[in-house]
Nanobody
Framework: QVQLVESGGGLVQPGGSLRLSCAASGIATSVNTILWYRQPPGKQREFIAY???????NYADSVKGRFTISRDNAKNTVYLQMSSLKPEDTAVYYC?????WGQGTQVTVSS
């Protein structure tokens, strides 16, 4: 049974940083592409970043240069390091793999 569990969300001031985690079970993060998405309030879910099994990464233009995706195969966990956060980054953040989704973690950027 595949499970993805996001954590690390919270309230942060503009310009701050957060690191989200996506802990996987039932699949290996080392051999699967893991993606991060977000859904801002009242908007559709949007792609943020992915990391492939060979470590290639890709980012949405809106977060390029501010967010970094990485993984720890020993912990079977993928991370999303978010820096220089803006109010428009406020959203529920989800990780996904093989058409499975986590429950999401709320990130709120506000002063």
């Amino acid at each position: 049974q595949v499970q993805l569990v996001e954590s690390g969300g919270g309230l942060v001031q503009p310009g701050g940083s957060l690191r989200l985690s996506c802990a996987a079970s039932g699949i290996a993060t080392s051999v699967n592409t893991i993606l991060w998405y977000r859904q801002p309030p009242g908007k559709q879910r949007e792609f943020i970043a992915y990391i492939t099994r060979i470590g290639n990464t890709n980012y949405a233009d809106s977060v390029k240069g501010r967010f970094t995706i990485s993984r720890d195969n020993a912990k079977n966990t993928v991370y999303l390091q978010m820096s220089s956060l803006k109010p428009e980054d406020t959203a529920v953040y989800y990780c996904s793999a093989l058409s499975f989704w986590g429950q999401g973690t709320q990130v709120t950027v506000s002063s």
